[in-house]
């Protein structure tokens, strides 16, 4: 009995093969692409800029320091035409109360990227007695 199912089994894969393999029987074809225009997105600059104190009396300083990724340059701090490395820090004294922004703008391959560090000054405390 086993030898008949085996010989049924055999039977039935031989068969099986003998109808399948015109149907999967395909010719490879060959074919090309062509590619053009590729256009390489370099992306911007990423930048982090912060001041080491968010408060300061009027008359004292800070230091404003920065870095960036991607970029080739900074590009300007506090109106300096000088290109600077894109990473590095700079005492800056504050006279006048507010808030003062210090946007700084970083060059690279994939264009500009500006980002702010923000310092609040407050007025100078009086003398007692005055």
């Known amino acids: 009995m086993t030898h008949r199912l085996f010989a ?3 039977a039935a894969l031989v068969f099986s093969i003998g109808i399948l393999t015109p149907i999967v029987d395909v010719q490879a074809k060959e074919a090309s692409v062509s590619i053009s225009d590729i256009k390489t997105v370099v992306a911007p600059p990423t930048c982090k800029v ?6 300061i009396t009027a008359g004292k300083s800070t230091k404003i320091a920065w870095e960036s990724k991607g970029a080739d ?5 506090m109106s300096d035409t000088a290109q600077r490395p894109t990473k590095g820090s700079e005492r800056v004294a504050i006279a006048s109360v507010g808030k003062h922004e210090f ?16 310092v609040f000054v407050h ?8």
Do not use: E, R
């Open 103 to 118: 946007p700084l703008t970083f060059v690279g391959p994939g264009g500009k990227t500006t980002c702010t560090a923000k």
């Open 50 to 55: 912060y001041s080491t104190k968010k408060w």
């Open 8 to 10: 049924y089994s055999f």
């Open 123 to 130: 007025p100078k405390k009086k003398a007692k007695g005055t």
């Open 73 to 77: 340059y900074l590009a300007n701090f």
